[in-house]
């Protein structure tokens, strides 16, 4: 999975575990809906910039959006995934 794709898979879960729509969150982060759908498809790459306004709006840290999942080993749950902890 390229960065493009993490941040796509995040962008879609962190949004829904939000319960906000793709028309919300362009509102809020001064987008347009087509844009964010794009970033969630993967069909583009954000800017920095772009990733900055995003995680404003949905009052998140911009690295959580490319953080790469974990896949937990042979002593864990087969395919099971775990969310890195934040650096601290």
């Not at 911009?62 to 099971?80: D, E, H, T, Y």
């Amino acid at each position: 999975m390229d960065l493009k794709e993490v941040m796509a898979a995040n962008l879609r879960r962190v949004r829904h575990d939000k319960k906000m729509t793709q028309e919300e969150l362009a509102e809020r982060a001064g987008l347009s809906a087509r844009y964010i759908g794009a970033i969630e498809r993967a069909d583009v790459s954000p800017s920095v910039t772009v990733l900055g306004q995003i995680a404003d709006a949905l009052a998140i840290e911009p690295g959580m959006l490319l953080q790469r999942p974990v896949i937990k080993g042979r002593s864990g749950r087969q395919g099971a995934i775990q969310r890195r902890p934040p650096p601290d």
